[in-house]
């Protein structure tokens, strides 16, 4: 009869992994339709909580949370402010594969905070704000690729 394996250390470091990014949204359904229709992304049929408000997108290796800003403050207990100080980044292969998403989110009406151009760190990129005025970095990096399964590096 073999043994139990041995729990984790607690104490160990953590996996280099991210399991769920959650943006907290002044406007779920707003924020649903931007991520549907102008990134073309379908959300997770299969959450039973979708239903009770919060929307997930599986993404590579993790998933994307939308959560309304006032069920996220009571669940966090603090007075938490919509999206600030950080961006989401969104690689792709070439300068016309970003111009050609710019494209796509004029035609959709998403707000560009800054057109495509190339920047001082040798890439091409451009910056675009979701509902909750959370922003994406759009971008070429000429010394990292984006994989076949979509990964980066």
Do not use: C
């Not at 470091?13 to 649903?32: F, G, K, M, N, Y």
């Not at 997930?56 to 669940?75: I, T």
């Not at 007075?79 to 070439?94: I, R, S, W």
């Amino acid at each position: 009869m073999s043994s139990p394996p041995e729990p984790a250390q607690p104490h160990g470091p953590l996996d280099q992994r991210l399991s769920i990014i959650t943006i907290a949204v002044h406007d779920l359904e707003a924020s649903r339709r931007f991520y549907n229709t102008a990134f073309g992304w379908t959300p997770n049929e299969a959450s039973d909580e979708e239903a009770a408000g919060i929307a997930f997108y599986q993404l590579n290796g993790f998933q994307l949370a939308l959560y309304p800003l006032d069920d996220f403050r009571r669940e966090h207990e603090a007075d938490v402010t919509a999206p600030g100080g950080f961006t989401l980044a969104y690689n792709l292969n070439t300068t016309e594969e970003v111009d050609r998403l710019f494209a796509r989110f004029r035609e959709h009406g998403v707000t560009i905070l800054k057109e495509p151009e190339m920047v001082f760190w040798g890439g091409y990129s451009g910056y675009i704000a979701g509902p909750s005025g959370e922003q994406w970095e759009i971008a070429f990096n000429p010394y990292t690729a984006v994989n076949a399964d979509g990964t980066f590096g």
